[in-house]
């Protein structure tokens, strides 16, 4: 991979512009499939193109059997709980409304390190949590002060948010020992294993029925190979020649481009409130990210 001779930014605009039209894709594939059906198959044509990168251009990491429940665990919280509360969410909501819900994780994430590691939450960090929950709250109520989305959307995207978090303080554990790629291909690997028995057992009737046609195949390969894959390894080499702080900058523009292209692609309306929600939402996120920078 430190082989491809780009610019840094070329890397992060890349992967965030493909995790943004990942929302976009999946609600295209959700007029076809349930949401089982497109993370099974999303995570099999994933773990399939990464093994093979590895086999490629990597060298194979033995996995210590004392680190196989803290992967079955972190597994089970993402892709697992955390594909399963995203694409169900966008069942209910949008693209647009999906992808700035998903920004805020890093924003919450300096609660998680207080509750786990007692890293301080400065006051800046404060604001930011506060300034993001007042942006969703524009963006989904109207002028009445009613919801203008589905409630079930967002008790999905709160879970898959819930679920990132606890997530990160696994994977936090793991990076110690395993490199980004092989973390990324054996979760996706398990997660395999987990949603199997629910795609056989509920799914797989539904997913025979339909015919396939060049939209599914599009958007479930785009969905596997760029947003699953791709964009994994883009963001990793963006990781580790920036850091972690300068590498969330990148983050922010992913609800940029999900708002940009689900306007373009699958003709998402936009209000004032929406807009001005989503533009608060990212104020947030940025004023929240500030102490690290």
């Known amino acids: 991979m430190k082989n491809l001779k780009f610019p840094i930014w070329f ?39 990464l093994f093979l990168i590895i086999r490629l251009f990597s060298k194979h990491e033995h996995i210590h059997k004392k680190d196989i429940g803290l992967f079955l665990l972190s597994a089970f919280f993402n892709p697992f709980l955390y594909f399963l509360g995203e694409n169900n969410g966008l069942r209910f909501t949008t693209p647009a409304v999906t992808s700035v819900i998903i920004a805020t994780i890093p924003v919450f994430s300096p609660v998680v390190a207080y509750v786990y590691f007692r890293e301080k939450i400065s006051f800046i960090q404060i604001a930011g949590i506060l300034i993001c929950f007042l942006g969703i709250i524009i963006m989904l109520i109207n002028k009445q002060y009613l919801l203008i989305i589905d409630p079930r959307g967002i008790y999905f995207l709160g879970g898959a948010v ?97 708002a940009i292209f689900s306007y373009l692609i699958i003709s998402e309306l936009f209000t004032v409130g929406k807009i001005a929600g989503i533009l608060i939402v990212l104020a947030g996120v940025f004023i929240s990210e500030r102490k690290a920078q």
């Open 11 to 49: 890397y992060g605009l890349t992967a965030m512009l493909f995790w943004g039209l990942s929302f976009i894709w999946t609600t295209i594939l959700l007029r076809y499939y349930q949401p089982v059906t497109i993370i099974f198959l999303r995570l099999v044509i994933s773990s399939c193109f």
């Open 162 to 258: 819930l679920s990132a978090l606890f997530y990160s303080v696994l994977l936090k554990k793991l990076t110690y020992r395993y490199t980004p790629l092989t973390i990324i291909s054996l979760q996706n690997l398990i997660g395999v294993i987990f949603f199997l028995p629910l795609f056989l057992i509920f799914n797989v009737r539904g997913f025979i029925s339909v015919p396939l046609n060049p939209e599914i195949l599009s958007s479930l390969f785009l969905l596997a190979i760029l947003a699953s894959s791709v964009s994994y390894i883009f963001y990793t080499i963006v990781l580790e020649s920036v850091g972690i702080s300068k590498t969330n900058v990148y983050t922010n523009l992913i609800p940029v481009f999900t």
